[in-house]
């Protein structure tokens, strides 16, 4: 009627069933606990107690550490996402404060200077090798002229060379057709700077008699209609007296970092053709 195997797994249940009563009703009794069969009980039911147990706790020890890790993974995903957005904010602080900084050194530059100014912000660069030029944010609406100069604080970046209604492009003072005319502040030997294409410029038609040394500061002279007198345009580098000819050659380095150009001032004045004419 049942098979073989059915035989063996009911003998086994109901001998297991024997056993648990034995132990649970019988165990009761202390007096009776030594008695054989509870001994026999005890050795045959303990081993599956046992085994039981383990993979009881082993199968709550997985779960526990599966959830312990399901929400330790959504902590650490939720401060892997506070920590971004606070690197973020972190970045943005400081991209802001250093353009307050910049900014008040272009408003206490201002202050320095006379003359009507507006502050541009630099929008684009020409990506050619040959022509060093930048576009600013503003044009003839904010009253921004062909030829008005454009400077920093740390000296003279160029000039208006074209002009939208909102936007203009600067001739920098690299370029190398830019041109300022300028004096050695100690000895105020007089010469034409020359953009030298890179990050140099040429002082040229400076007499080899006139005095000037490495380390010499150069500065606009205010005689070619455009640059207003006085302003730093950078320190000499090379000076080289050949011994035939009339000129030094002279090597000027800008103190504008003309890479690093985000902000610029253009001075609002009226251009003068005529040199000889004193600006106001």
Same mark, same amino acid.
């Given at each position: ?12 249940f ?19 606990s030594?008695?054989?069969? /509870? =001994?026999?009980? !005890?050795?045959?039911?303990a ?18 550490h ?8 959504? $902590?650490?995903?939720? !401060?892997?996402?506070i ?14 404060t ?46 921004? $002229? ?9 000296g ?22 830019s041109? @300022?005319?300028? !004096? ?5 030997? =007089? ?13 040229? /038609? ?42 030094? =050659?002279?090597? @000027?380095v ?8 985000? $902000? ?17």
């Amino acid at each position: 009627m049942f098979s073989k195997k059915t035989v063996v797994i009911l003998g086994l249940f109901f001998f297991m069933a024997a056993n648990i009563f034995l132990l649970t009703f019988v165990g009761r009794n202390r007096t009776t606990s030594s008695f054989l069969p /509870y =001994r026999v009980a !005890l050795s045959v039911i303990a081993p599956f107690q046992e085994i039981t147990t383990r993979w009881i706790r082993f199968n709550k020890d997985i779960w526990h550490h599966y959830f312990y890790l399901v929400s330790a993974a959504g $902590e650490n995903n939720q !401060l892997k996402s506070i920590i971004s957005d606070n690197e973020a904010k972190l970045n943005k602080y400081e991209e802001l404060t250093l353009a307050n900084q910049r900014l008040r050194r272009l408003l206490d530059f201002k202050q320095t200077l006379d003359r009507p100014m507006v502050a541009a912000e630099v929008i684009g660069k020409d990506p050619s090798p040959w022509f060093k030029t930048v576009v600013i944010d503003k044009g003839k609406a904010d009253g921004v $002229e062909k030829g008005y100069p454009v400077v920093m604080p740390q000296g003279i970046a160029g000039q208006i060379i074209d002009v939208s209604k909102r936007h203009a492009k600067a001739l920098l003072l690299v370029d190398r057709n830019s041109a @300022v005319d300028a !004096l050695v502040q100690r000895s105020r030997a =007089r010469g034409i700077i020359k953009g030298g294409g890179t990050e140099h410029c040429k002082f040229e /038609y400076l007499l080899r008699k006139h005095d000037i040394k490495v380390d010499d500061i150069i500065i606009s002279s205010g005689l070619d209609g455009v640059y207003p007198k006085g302003l730093a345009i950078g320190k000499v580098t090379i000076v080289d007296r050949p011994p035939a000819g009339v000129f030094q =050659r002279v090597t @000027v380095v800008p103190f504008i970092d003309f890479e690093k150009l985000e $902000e610029v001032i253009v001075i609002l004045q009226p251009v003068h053709p005529d040199p000889g004419i004193r600006m106001r």
